[in-house]
């Protein structure tokens, strides 16, 4: 039996996912490309705007405890001619559950929490790709985010357990703002 939700000027034709809850999404969206990843964790889109804009795509994968797949992040850039995502870099940290960026002016930093207890933090340098800048060893890391101040002042904050707590990192900003020469 289908049920047929009406709504204003659509009509949603219910089709029901693995987990039991209904879904619109092959009414209202497009599938375009798929990007095949072992087990995902997460995925997030990235633009960087200096020196020309790009933009990417971020694949995050975590290991299964009875497999030894391919655990690395995977990058993927936007082809402007085609239109699509075309694979671009492995970035080597592996067992990443929680990546997250922040920009220091206009540079791109890629931060990836993973489960071997080790903060990397990654800088994309044009033409090159991500390179790792820095690596924190952070026992017991369970999720982390990034938080910005009204003072423009960033702060990356790590939870941990045993010991439980928050771990908080400054973002020191060196060097010359290139925008007020």
């Known amino acids: ?44 889109f990235l633009k960087v705007t200096q020196p020309v804009e790009e933009h990417f795509l971020l694949l995050a994968q975590i290991r299964a405890a009875s497999h030894h797949s391919d655990t690395r992040v995977l990058v993927y850039k936007h082809d402007a001619t085609t239109g699509t995502f075309e694979e671009f870099q492995v970035v080597p940290t592996s067992d990443v559950g929680f990546p997250a960026t922040l920009y220091v002016g206009t540079s791109l930093y890629l931060l990836l929490l993973s489960e071997e207890e080790r903060l990397d933090v990654y800088c994309y340098i044009p033409l090159e790709g991500f390179r790792l800048q820095q690596s924190v060893g952070i026992p017991g890391s369970i999720s982390m985010a990034v938080i910005s101040f009204q003072d423009g002042s960033q702060q990356v904050w790590v939870s941990t357990e045993g010991p439980a707590g928050l771990q908080a990192f400054k973002v020191w900003h060196k060097g010359v703002d290139p925008s007020k020469l």
Do not use: K
């Open 1 to 44: 039996m289908r049920n047929v939700e009406t709504r204003r000027d659509w009509v949603c034709e219910d089709e029901y996912e693995p987990c039991g809850h209904p879904s619109c999404f092959p009414s209202q969206f497009l599938v375009q490309r798929n990007y095949i990843g072992h087990r995902m964790t997460s995925a997030m």
